[in-house]
């Protein structure tokens, strides 16, 4: 017997149906011409009305009824599953049709038809059907217990349409002995909104990594690399076997799928990561190169390779990515630093590459070859006509170098530069951030203008302390069910706190004479709402000045 997916069989009947329902003719019949045929004498031509309405879809709507009526008096097999399969395509492409309670009967009355066809068909149409009630529900859990596989397959189908209520019904299945039925189970997965109950069902789909059959363990892959996370260290073992599959999209989402977990056992998998950025379409490449970065300092042989991506790739987000990753490699990504700084520097490359290297400039941290690249960074910082997206992230590149910046030319003169710029929105974090340079690193010698940019940052009230930078990515499908890279900058307290340990660091011979910061010190003590470090800094500081 040839099983086709209901999902493929669905999108073969939906494309001709987006076309007829426009008018409602098919062949030169009207969908009310289709209804009337369905009350032939020959079974053939009934069978050719019911299939005709269900390429018609919505625009056979009314003739649900007649459908109905047809399905309760119809003795042919064929011509019943014909019915109950044009029923269905009627409901998919019908927004809501309302309680209809008759149609739902006559439906769980075709799921125990003695004819597998019609009960897989029955099965499909009861996930079509909305709403969805209860006893459909329970029917389709029942029949998970089908002693045909393709009725299972479209009760695992149709389940997925309940939403999370179904997860314990979809755990049975994947444990079928039907690779079909298995398959669409995991599949079903997908459509889940709550992916931490989905997470729940990790150790049933792990065993399917291992599976024989590659579209079993394709679906599989195709949750996990959605739902694993740096905790799942249980889920490596599954899905280091599976690196070793020939099916190239398999291995490739075994690797992804590792790389969210991140960590020295899941750098076997930085090999097909780079397979896959080297040869996979574009949203694969990317997702590739950015899940060497999670993988972290333990995917360090991959750094020459992702030199050479940031160099030379035509692809601005390759180039953006490969930084991040060199960055997520950290200080053994040293080598890159020349390359970097270059970007950071070429007025012509993409921002977002400009930006990500610098970033990974702070994130390789102050290895020796690092200091000979001050000089470059701080004439891009000094520069008012550069992005100041980038000129923020240069000086986080900057200070990472600490009090080493004290005894350096250039670094004090160009802060202060910055520190004077006219306020024009954009920069307001970039001042900020000179400010607290000047006082964490010049203390009692910085200059005054530092007090006025530090009285503005305490405040402001909308800053929060950079975290970290988070980046998962979503897999790879060759049936569209691509996933993306996201990279997502993360920020946590109350960015005041770094004006309040730069005041401090200058002493309160500094600050005390100015009333206005004494002032903002005072509220920030008494407000036990924001955030407690702060408050508590503030309140000292506040107590020394009385």
Known sequence: MIRISTVAFAMLVGFTSAIAAQDAFLLGKSATDWTAQLRHSEPEKRRAAAFALGKIGAGSVFSIDAMRTALTKE????????IVFALAEICRQTKTLG???QLETALLGALTDGDPQVRRSAAYAL?????????????????LEDQVPMVRQNAAWALSQFGESALPSIRRALRDPDSLVKRDAASALLLMKDGDKVHDLLRDLLPLCRDTNSEVQRAAL????????????????????ALDTRDIENRRN???????????????????????????D????????????????????????????????????????????????????????????RKIDDKSEALNVRVESA????????????IQHVPTLLRVLADPRQETKLRERVMWALRVHGAALRKMDGPLVTFTKVLIEPLNGPNKMLRYDCAYMLGMIWQQQAPDQTLDVLHEFLNDNTIQIFDSTSSVVGGASAEGKTGTANVKEQGKGDGRIMAVDALRMMGPTRYTPREDIMRQLRVLAADNAIYPPLQKKAKDMAKTGS
Do not use: F
Request: hydrophobic fraction near 50%; aromatic fraction near 0%.
């Open 127 to 143: 996930g079509c059907q909305k709403p969805r009630s209860v006893r459909s529900h329970q029917a389709l859990d029942k029949a």
């Open 222 to 241: 195709n949750v996990l690399v959605r739902i694993v996370d740096p905790k799942d260290r249980d889920a490596i073992p599954s899905l280091r076997w």
């Open 75 to 82: 003795a042919n097999p064929k011509v019943k599953g014909s």
């Open 99 to 101: 309680s209809d309670t």
């Open 254 to 280: 075994a690797a992804l799928a590792l790389s969210n977990i991140g960590g020295e056992e899941t750098a076997i998998a930085v090999p097909v990561l780079l397979e896959a950025a080297q040869n996979g």
């Open 359 to 370: 970033m990974t400039v702070a994130r390789i941290g102050q290895v020796n070859t690092a």
């Open 282 to 341: 574009a949203e694969v490449r990317h997702q590739a190169v950015i899940a060497i970065r999670n993988i972290g300092p333990a995917a360090h042989a991959a750094v020459p390779a992702l030199i050479r991506l940031l160099g030379n790739d035509g692809d601005a987000t390759v180039r953006e990515h490969a930084a991040l990753a060199l960055g997520g490699i950290g200080a053994a990504a040293a080598p890159a630093l020349d390359l970097l700084v």
